[in-house]
């Protein structure tokens, strides 16, 4: 079974500052971690993957992550937000020969100009 | 770039309806899914669907959900009996089946059950 859990549903960060979103999960399996990001009206779209191999993994629009699985995290930065990266942030988790997917409950990231 | 179109965008319908939701999965993709996602609430899976069967489902998806691929290229999620509560977001995905792949979602239909 896996469960993901996201600190803070809503975080505020000023244009240029670090964005910092938090995900911890927890799985019975070597775990598969991904990040998603859905804008307003639009469907999820993938911002990176971590699967196997390097644990630091970069994704679109400056995004990073890190899976360190002894903190059993892998929580999402970018050094300077933009105000185009207003959007909800989804945290998910599968395992090896389950490619179903867990979600965390989002965050939501505004930027302030 | 390929991608997973849903449609009806936005769908309302009475409660004890029938409503059955539309997704052409990206071409060659092996993997099919259904989400959804209660106002306010994380995004839960449904059921998956390989080689023209159901290969998971989750408490959700009771008897009164069905998945099927009529034509080789839509995946229709069907709700017999609408209740309220099941008004949501519905998400379509899909992935190649290539290991380690991830899902690729479609835009969602809102349902809106009254």
């Known amino acids: 079974a896996q469960s993901v859990t996201q600190l803070g549903s809503h975080v505020s960060v000023s244009e240029g500052a670090l964005v910092l979103l938090r995900c911890n999960y927890s799985s019975s399996v070597p775990p598969y971690l991904f990040w998603y990001v859905q804008y307003p009206n639009q469907g999820l779209q993938l911002l990176l993957k971590?699967?196997?191999?390097?644990?630091l993994v970069k994704g679109i629009n400056g995004f990073e992550a890190e899976f360190k699985k002894s903190e059993t995290s892998f929580h999402l930065t970018k050094p300077s937000a933009h105000m185009s990266d207003a959007a909800e942030y989804f945290c998910a988790v599968s395992g090896a020969g389950s490619y179903q997917l867990t979600f965390g409950k989002g965050t939501k990231l505004s930027v302030i100009p | 770039e390929p991608e997973v179109t849903q449609t009806p965008s936005h769908q309302v319908t009475q409660m004890g309806q029938e409503v059955i939701l539309r997704c052409v999965p990206i071409?060659?993709?092996?993997?099919f899914y259904w989400y959804r996602q209660i106002l306010g609430q994380k995004v839960e899976f449904l059921v998956s669907?390989?080689?023209?069967?159901?290969?998971?489902k989750s408490e959700i998806f009771d008897d009164q959900f069905s998945v099927e691929r009529p034509d080789g290229s839509n995946f229709t999620l069907k709700i017999r009996s609408t209740k309220l509560e099941d008004s949501a977001m519905y998400f379509c995905a899909s992935r190649p089946g290539v290991v380690n792949t991830e899902a690729f979602f479609g835009q969602g239909t809102r349902l809106t059950v009254v």
């Open positions: 669907f390989y080689n023209n069967e159901i290969s998971e």
């Open positions: 071409s060659n993709h092996l993997y």
């Open positions: 971590y699967t196997t191999g390097a644990t």
